[in-house]
């Protein structure tokens, strides 16, 4: 086996993205854009996305260290925005996208267009994400777009299931359509209802942190394999686990918490990076298989489904975010009024990304009886790749630009300094009691320098958080905080330098240096943690 195609997307597409960060390209644009540039560059291997990967491998870590890092409570709370996203509009896409490119398309049977349908049915958004937090989009939106990717992709790939089952001859019927969604659905969420507690119990009574991290890293592919074992779907059971344990994820020892967070954060850029490049490497197989279709005919068909996609989008938001509030008092009442803005934000950012290609990929090449050829596969992935690459060039490049022309309001990160200095003190306050309730206990009898040293570290994390709304210095624009941070920073790097010479010097051992130096790294970290 030929390892140095797989190192050359990886290491390529890790640099890229690196460098994307010093751009104002999002990284998953740049990505698409370079690797749609390379990919007939000679010498560069051939590269096809295989479904087989794609969905069991790659997609539950993706899920995963996503689910993981969002808010259970905040994605409750939106959680009819995020379903009529995540489920309605999915379902809508794929009969009005399939409907449209029936019509469209010559001799193209129903049951095949409604497979294209429920192939581009599905945004990826990982790319509005990362331009939400660049820009700072105000979080209700960010937790919306964040829920529906989490969830469309199971929607989207039982609704491949259903009408891929009907063109192919599987002698599917309406009744068993809603049948299997339904299974997969509430099958997906029940396996991941009966995973998370033994997982996360698991989690909480394996105290070897390498040991949690192992198990940490098993834990999607465990999921989503159970899940797809009993015909249910894997991306819910992924989800639903992974926001249990990110929720429940204070109940972990402190260094599991502090390797996983290291481990993932390296696996999603991996991932995400290759991921990005490898839909740009996919032109020279896509336009290879196109065929028969004529240049005109194949451009004029890409555009017209790309125009359908981006106007079935705003044609479901729009209703789907004010009838409820007509119809209902209730809702009215809980939610607050959103402006025209927030779903015109929502519905452009309806980009495509590797889920449709690979599912796209799965179309078998015949149908049902093994002889008869699947009609128009080549010009469905033809179609699935360009609607991919032209949501992601149009609607991702013109993001930033039309959230600054709206003029949306931003996150209010005074506020946020604010509830995080309140709760800091809070807590701080806590600690303080309990530190006073065991010092009365002569076990726990301390000289006063050490106690007065506990109580110092509290002082000092509870004015960090304030500290950053102070004045800045004239001089290097830092505020007091950013200083303290840095000259202790500067602190570390002295010591470890000395420590560095000592080893050199024989005066201590490698071993007692990693010791020292760890200890240095946690002190470090803890400063840049503060930091961000």
């Given at each position: 086996m030929d390892v140095m195609p797989l190192l050359l997307l990886v290491a390529g597409s890790a640099a890229i993205a690196a460098a994307a960060r010093h751009t104002p390209v999002p990284a998953p644009l740049l990505l698409v854009a370079i690797g749609l540039a390379v990919s007939y560059v000679?010498?560069?291997?051939?590269?096809?996305?295989?479904?087989?990967?794609?969905?069991?491998?790659?997609?539950?870590?993706?899920?995963?260290?996503?689910?993981?890092?969002?808010?259970?409570?905040?994605?409750?709370?939106?959680?009819?925005?995020?379903?009529?996203?995540?489920?309605?509009y999915v379902l809508f896409a794929t009969f009005v996208v399939g409907w449209a490119l029936y019509l469209i398309v010559p001799d193209l049977?129903?049951?095949?267009?409604?497979?294209?349908?429920a192939v581009v049915a599905p945004p990826d958004a990982v790319a509005a994400t990362a331009v939400a937090r660049r820009v700072g989009l105000p979080s209700r939106i960010t937790t919306i777009l964040q829920g529906e990717s989490l969830l469309n992709d199971a929607t989207a790939i039982t609704a491949y299931r259903v009408a891929l089952a009907a063109a192919v001859g599987e002698g599917a019927t309406w009744a068993g359509g809603i049948g299997e969604f339904l299974l997969a659905a509430v099958g997906g969420v029940v396996v991941g209802l009966?995973?998370?507690?033994?997982?996360?119990?698991?989690?909480?009574?394996?105290?070897?942190?390498?040991?949690?991290?192992?198990?940490?890293?098993?834990?999607?592919?465990?999921?989503?394999?159970?899940?797809?074992?009993?015909?249910?779907?894997?991306?819910?059971?992924?989800?639903?686990?992974?926001?249990?344990?990110?929720?429940?994820?204070?109940?972990?020892?402190?260094?599991?918490?502090?390797?996983?967070?290291?481990?993932?954060?390296?696996?999603?850029?991996?991932?995400?990076?290759?991921?990005?490049?490898?839909?740009?490497?996919?032109?020279?197989?896509?336009?290879?298989?196109?065929g028969q279709y004529e240049g005109a005919e194949a451009a004029w068909y890409a555009l017209a489904v790309f125009l359908v996609v981006v106007a079935a989008r705003f044609v479901w938001v729009y209703p789907a975010t004010f009838l409820p509030r007509l119809l209902s008092a209730r809702i009215r009442k809980r939610e607050e009024n959103p402006t025209w803005k927030g779903p015109f934000i929502i519905a452009w950012a309806g980009m495509r990304g590797v889920v449709s290609l690979a599912i796209a990929f799965s179309i078998?090449?015949?149908?049902?009886?093994?002889?008869?050829?699947?009609?128009?596969?080549?010009?469905i992935l033809f179609l699935t790749f360009t609607t991919v690459i032209g949501t992601l060039v149009v609607q991702g490049l013109t993001l930033p630009p039309l959230i600054r022309l709206l003029k949306v309001p931003g996150r209010d990160t005074q506020a946020e300094t604010l509830a995080e200095a309140n709760a800091q003190a809070q807590a701080s306050r806590a600690a303080e009691r309990r530190l006073d309730e065991l010092l009365i206990d002569e076990r726990n009898a301390l000289p006063a320098p050490l106690a007065d040293r506990l109580r110092i570290v509290l002082e000092r994390r509870r004015n960090a958080v304030w500290e950053r709304l102070g004045q800045a210095n004239p001089v290097t624009g830092e505020s007091v905080d950013d200083t303290y941070r840095r000259l202790s920073r500067e602190m570390i790097s002295a010591e470890r330098e000395v420590f560095v010479r000592l080893r050199d010097a024989r005066y201590i051992d490698d071993e007692m240096l990693r010791t020292l130096l760890r200890r240095l790294d946690l002190e470090e970290a803890a400063a840049f943690r503060e930091a961000a």
């Open positions: 000679p010498g560069v291997p051939e590269y096809t996305l295989d479904p087989h990967i794609v969905l069991p491998l790659i997609l539950p870590p993706l899920l995963h260290t996503a689910a993981t890092d969002s808010s259970y409570l905040d994605l409750r709370a939106q959680l009819r925005p995020v379903a009529m996203l995540s489920v309605g049977p129903l049951t095949a267009a409604l497979v294209f349908g009966v995973l998370m507690a033994p997982i996360h119990w698991l989690r909480t009574h394996v105290k070897e942190a390498l040991l949690q991290n192992t198990l940490s890293l098993l834990i999607p592919f465990v999921a989503y394999a159970v899940a797809e074992q009993v015909h249910a779907s894997g991306v819910l059971a992924v989800v639903v686990v992974a926001l249990y344990l990110g929720h429940r994820a204070w109940e972990v020892d402190f260094a599991t918490r502090l390797q996983e967070e290291a481990v993932w954060k390296m696996v999603a850029f991996v991932l995400e990076s290759a991921v990005f490049a490898l839909i740009g490497l996919q032109l020279p197989v896509v336009l290879r298989g196109l078998p090449l015949t149908m049902h009886d093994g002889e008869e050829p699947f009609p128009h596969r080549n010009l």
